[in-house]
């Protein structure tokens, strides 16, 4: 009726028409998107399992990461569709199959990152099976399988933290109580003007993600006094740490801080070049290994719980993250030269380094033969006319050809070779946070034709699953409680084509979620 009065020319449109119409849309964004990707030589995917609660079935998310022709690093949602149980690791891999066939990209296809469910783990081997006896996995198939490294990250603090599961609920517990009532809200606002306090915010962890947990105790130990006179002046408040919890609390922030920083880096939203990683990794294992003999028995035994996962996991030496440091011009051969030694045993460190440079010249000439170096014709003559009949011009285009095939026959060294020898880059400014490693490469690709070629793929890996968890979050938005009949088919073509329009215009979509369980920031009231 509304409608109808300030425009009296608007007709209504029933759902079905707007099914259609979107429909419509996501089938012409697809076909675009596909001209794409048949312009793309390799692709990099991360896949992940999500479950719809409104709905009560899961969806298998699938995301394709790969350097544009104008050297960008690109991702595009390919998938978001419905796997029914028992979703083995069978089941997760025939359904990625259907997806790369329908994309027409089943031999592009080099690695596939995922988190550690043993799922992924038997899904990952039935891939690598299938692809191997087609021929198409570079290396063997040594690097197709990355591990997805803000899991394992989250499994190391989460293993670390099982000995101050006590403290962290009575701060929990704390937050959530002021939280409770606006009374008390202000009343402890009252009291942290008594001490002068700036600061004005609390925040309540979500407690699946321990970096929520990191802001709820960084943010709680600015009112570590203010808490203690709230529980002498408030009867009702027994979840009040003690003084030797806030010790213990500030030894935990200085740890957890090594891994949050970590997580933001190789987690950010404009998600990162895997050069980056294996100096984070380094710095994780240098602050682990600065405490492991600390004489406090607190943070010894926390820090033997976390040493212990990351030995399990990056124990061996991780070829993508490393390979990834050596394709940095600012560092090359020096960034294994200065991390090895920490992160392995003085016997593994040379042996490791050899293996990531022979996997470097292993994957260098097998991109040799896939982009053969271009076909000098020896009977051009010096206006480049290839079939020349004047006698005096066929003598010298003899001697030409006798010139340049003594000249191929000379040995050559590789672009590897060359690439080593240069001097490390030195940005101007001493910003590196500002470096565009992909730019740089794009700038060379003619004097490294081929090995250009092969650090936009590895620059591409993504090193966690970070892309496609965070089209969960649209998911959540698309299946709320009012929109839980939608069919799945209808929920894919939704959450690709926000994707590809929001890819293809260059819209950001925002960091807000309307899911559960997100940490909840807490402003203090002004008294």
């Not at 596939?112 to 038997?122: G, K």
């Not at 306090?197 to 009112?223: G, H, P, Q």
């Not at 801080?257 to 994780?284: A, Q, R």
């Not at 909840?520 to 002004?526: G, S």
């Amino acid at each position: 009726m509304m409608l109808k009065r300030g425009i009296p020319q608007w007709t209504s449109v029933s759902r079905q028409t707007i099914k259609t119409d979107a429909f419509k849309v996501y089938e012409v964004e697809k076909k675009k998107l596909k001209d794409t990707l048949k312009k793309v030589d390799r692709i990099s995917l991360t896949t992940d399992l999500w479950r719809a609660r409104p709905q009560k079935i899961e969806y298998m998310v699938l995301t394709g990461h790969f350097v544009d022709r104008d050297w960008k690093l690109q991702k595009r949602v390919l998938s978001f569709v419905h796997i029914p149980p028992p979703r083995k690791g069978k089941d997760i891999a025939n359904c990625i199959f259907r997806c790369l066939k329908e994309w027409e990209i089943e031999n592009k296809v080099f690695t596939v990152s995922v988190d550690n469910a043993s799922a992924n783990d038997s899904c990952i081997q039935i891939m690598k099976d299938t692809f191997s006896l087609t021929k198409r996995l570079v290396c063997g198939g040594k690097l197709f399988h990355v591990r997805c490294c803000a899991h394992i990250i989250n499994i190391m603090v989460q293993h670390g933290l099982k000995q101050v599961k006590t403290i962290i609920k009575n701060v929990h517990d704390s937050v959530e109580y002021l939280n409770g009532s606006k009374a008390r809200l202000k009343k402890f606002a009252e009291l942290v003007q008594q001490f002068n306090l700036k600061e004005r915010r609390l925040v309540l962890e979500c407690k699946t993600r321990w970096n929520s947990t990191y802001d709820m105790l960084a943010c709680a130990i600015k009112f570590k006094e203010v808490f203690s006179r709230l529980a002498l002046e408030d009867n009702d408040y027994v979840y009040c740490p003690s003084a030797d919890d806030w010790i213990k609390i500030e030894k935990l922030i200085k740890i957890l801080k090594v891994f949050y920083c970590t997580t933001n880096i190789i987690s950010g939203s404009e998600y990162p070049t895997s050069n980056l990683f294996l100096s984070e990794v380094y710095y994780i294992k240098k602050m682990l290994d600065s405490n492991a003999d600390s004489p406090d028995v607190f943070v010894k035994d926390m820090v033997k719980n976390m040493k212990e996962r990351f030995d399990k996991y990056w124990g061996e030496c991780n070829l993508i993250m490393a390979l990834g440091g050596l394709l940095d011009p600012r560092v090359k051969m020096k960034v294994v030269e200065i991390t090895f030694p920490t992160m392995f045993a003085s016997d593994k460190v040379r042996e490791n380094i050899n293996k990531v440079k022979d996997t470097l010249i292993e994957l260098y000439d097998e991109y040799l033969n896939i982009y053969p170096p271009l076909v000098e014709e020896f009977g051009e003559c010096g206006n480049g006319t290839s079939n020349v009949e004047e006698d005096d011009l066929y003598a010298m285009s003899r001697i030409i050809q006798v010139v340049r095939i003594g000249e191929t026959s000379q040995p050559k060294k590789s672009e590897v070779e060359l690439y080593f020898e240069e001097e490390t880059f030195v940005v101007e400014g001493n910003s590196p946070n500002k470096f565009d490693v992909l730019q740089w490469w794009k700038e060379r690709s003619s004097k490294y034709r081929i090995l250009s070629k092969l650090a936009a793929d590895i620059l591409a890996v993504p090193i966690t699953t970070v892309a496609s968890e965070a089209t969960f979050s649209a998911g959540s938005r698309v299946i709320d409680s009012y929109r839980a009949s939608l069919l799945p088919e209808t929920v894919q073509m939704l959450i690709c084509v926000g994707d590809w329009c929001r890819s293809r215009y260059g819209v950001q979509r925002k960091n807000k979620s309307i899911e559960e369980d997100e940490p909840k920031e807490i402003i203090l009231p002004i008294p």
